[in-house]
Structures are given as C-alpha cells and as structure tokens.
C-alpha cells in the first residue's frame, strides 16, 4: 500500500539556518503530496502542495519539489525564525483518494 | 468565513462506552473527512464523506462508523470503547472531490478512554 516515511523529530536549529526536512513515499501511479503544518495550540493547516512531477510547492519562504525519479518531497527553507517553530507533517493522496500522512517532525528553532 | 468546528473539544469515557463526535465543515464544503491521531501511529485515515455517502474509508474495526448529513455537518461514532481508542480526532473538510487533498482541519476531539 501507499506510505510516506519522513526524518524523524525533533530537529532543533538556530534562527537564520538553512532547514531541510526530508519525506519520502510509496505509491503507484502519480499521488498528490503535500506538506501540513502544526504550530502549538493550532490545528493542521496546509503549508503547499505539488500536484504532478516536478511540480514545486512554496508558501511562506518553504518549498518542496516533486521528484518522481527519487519519490521524494523534501521541505526546505533558506532562513528559519523562530515562529517556524511547529510539527511538519508530510502526506501524499494516491489513486484510491486516501490521504495518507507521515508521523510529523518536530521543529524547534531556538533565538 | 467560520473554520471546521468539532465539538466537543475534550471528552472522558470508560471502556465499554460508546462515544460520537460532531463536525461542522467550512460552510459551501462538501466533503468531510476524519482522522485518528495519536502519538504511536500519528495521523490515520478513518474514513471520507461526501454528500452524505462514504467514499473511502481507512482500516478500522466495524466500531468506528460516521455518517453525513444534508448539510454537510458529520458525526462520527465509536462503540464498546477500548483503551487504545484514546487519542484527537481530527476532521477536515474540502470544498470539493477534485480537491480534497487540500483539507481544512478543525482543532479536534481529544477523547480519553478510562
């Protein structure tokens, strides 16, 4: 079945660091990923989304590319702040609809 | 607009005990699905509704089941009560099929069971 394994938290940098999050998925075919964000004491809200390969997803200063060839969605952001500090949750939808989401990684960005 | 309301937000039951969670979608959104998050299995898939139909659902026992509304609102219903039923329930909603990868989620239910 379809899956996503992402880095495992917590990842704890300094303000101003370049970040990278690392997902990778199984799926047939061509799924849907995205990447969620958890900021303390809020509920899951979409960060971006990449529908086709190749595709890149951006909001807020973060990114991910759709590579295909190495069925991967790594986030990354050049210049972290400390209001970056959240949970990122990876998640793919394949052909069946199911969304399926990675564990979470815990970022903590400290001053 | 007002987001996903759950209600309720906190909710305590003993083991055995049957247990049902609302959620009201953003309003002109038609599909509404839940989730189970806890922190050994993170967030699984319970199941999707749209227009008042089950179109998926994850792999859960018989004793999760949900149903939808004509208004979109969904419940969703969890019978005899294990321990390991405690976790946040989470809901999300999508304006539509074709998009439903986007989700809105509401803040959820933390249920303990006793």
């Known amino acids: 079945g379809n899956s996503v394994t992402q880095m495992e938290g917590p990842v704890t940098l300094s303000e101003e660091a370049f970040l990278t999050i690392n997902c990778t998925y199984t799926a047939t075919g061509y799924p849907s990923l995205f990447w969620y964000v958890q900021y303390p004491g809020e509920g899951l809200q979409l960060l971006l989304k990449a529908t086709k390969a190749d595709d890149k997803g951006s909001n807020k200063g973060f990114e991910a590319t759709y590579r295909k060839e190495t069925t991967s969605f790594h986030l990354e952001k050049g210049s972290v702040q400390v209001s970056d500090s959240a949970v990122y949750f990876c998640?793919?939808?394949?052909?069946?609809?199911?969304?399926?989401f990675g564990k979470g990684t815990r970022l903590h960005i400290l001053p | 607009k007002a987001g996903v309301t759950q209600t309720p937000r906190y909710l305590i039951k003993t083991r055995g005990q049957q247990v049902t969670l609302s959620c009201s979608p953003i309003s002109g959104h038609r599909s509404v699905s839940w989730y189970q998050q806890t922190p050994g299995q993170g967030l699984q898939f319970l199941f999707e509704?749209?227009?008042?139909?089950?179109?998926n659902k994850g792999n859960f026992p018989g004793r999760f089941s949900g149903r939808q509304f004509s208004n979109s609102r969904s419940e969703m219903n969890v019978s005899t009560l294990e321990l390991g039923d405690s976790a946040l329930y989470l809901c999300?909603?999508?304006?539509?099929?074709?998009?439903?990868?986007?989700?809105?989620f509401g803040p959820g239910t933390r249920l303990l069971v006793l």
């Open positions: 509704y749209f227009s008042e139909t089950q179109r």
């Open positions: 999300a909603s999508s304006p539509a099929l074709q998009d439903s990868g986007t989700q809105y």
């Open positions: 998640a793919l939808r394949g052909r069946d609809d199911k969304i399926i």
